[in-house]
T-cell receptor, first 110, second 114 residues
């Protein structure tokens, strides 16, 4: 079936360090979405990438979509305690539903 | 703002009980989804629905059924709860056919089956 792999599963960083999570699909995606789930909360939409090679920024967050539309990354510059949570990518294969990655849980060491 | 509500935040049930989880959205979304979330496994799709009375199996439908009699409401049913169905259950909804099927999630129901 269609799967989206996400690594790493956990990441512990010192406050102020950078953080990156990666997603890969075995087949071409229609688009990819990123969600953030705070501890005790529910996933909240961050962004959608549609075009091959697309790069989008939200303040300290940079999202990239690969040229082949099979991989994506989320990079956070200079992490802050408010960045704590689990980040999920979700691949859209063009069938009205999303396939979520397993998530990367980010913890910040003050 | 889109609002997705779920009937309970926490539920404790016994093995063999029939369990109903309710989800309601107020934005006239066509698509609705039920996921379960388990540590290390991410969000796994149980069932989804494109429209009233329409349903399709997701990746892990075994032991579950769903009902969508009204557009705003999507119910997940555990016919005979088992301990391996202890999990966090998340409902979501999205607009259809826009090319930007952002999903909006409810707060989740944490189910414990004893």
């Amino acid at each position: 079936g269609q799967q989206v792999m996400q690594i790493p599963q956990y990441q512990h960083v010192q406050e102020g360090e950078d953080f990156t999570t990666y997603c890969n699909s075995s087949t071409t995606l229609s688009n990819i979405q990123w969600y953030k789930q705070r501890p005790g909360g529910h996933p909240v939409f961050l962004i959608q990438l549609v075009k091959s090679g697309e790069v989008k920024k939200q303040k300290r967050l940079t999202f990239q979509f690969g040229e082949a539309k099979k991989n994506s990354s989320l990079h956070i510059t200079a992490t802050q305690t408010t960045d704590v949570g689990t980040y999920f990518c979700a691949g859209d294969f063009g069938n009205e539903k999303l396939t979520f990655g397993t998530g990367t849980r980010l913890t910040i060491i003050p | 703002d889109v609002k997705v509500t779920q009937s309970s935040r926490y539920l404790v049930k016994r093995t063999g009980e029939k369990v109903f989880l309710e989800c309601v959205q107020d934005m006239d979304h066509e698509n609705m989804f039920w996921y379960r979330q388990d540590p290390g496994l991410g969000l796994r799709l149980i069932y989804f629905s494109y429209d009233v009375k329409m349903k399709e199996k997701g990746d892990i439908p075994e032991g579950y059924s769903v009902s969508r009699e009204k557009k705003e409401r999507f119910s997940l049913i555990l016919e005979s709860a088992s301990t391996n169905q202890t999990s966090m259950y998340l409902c979501a909804s999205s607009l259809a056919g826009t090319g930007e099927e952002t999903q909006y999630f409810g707060p989740g129901t944490r189910l414990l089956v004893l």
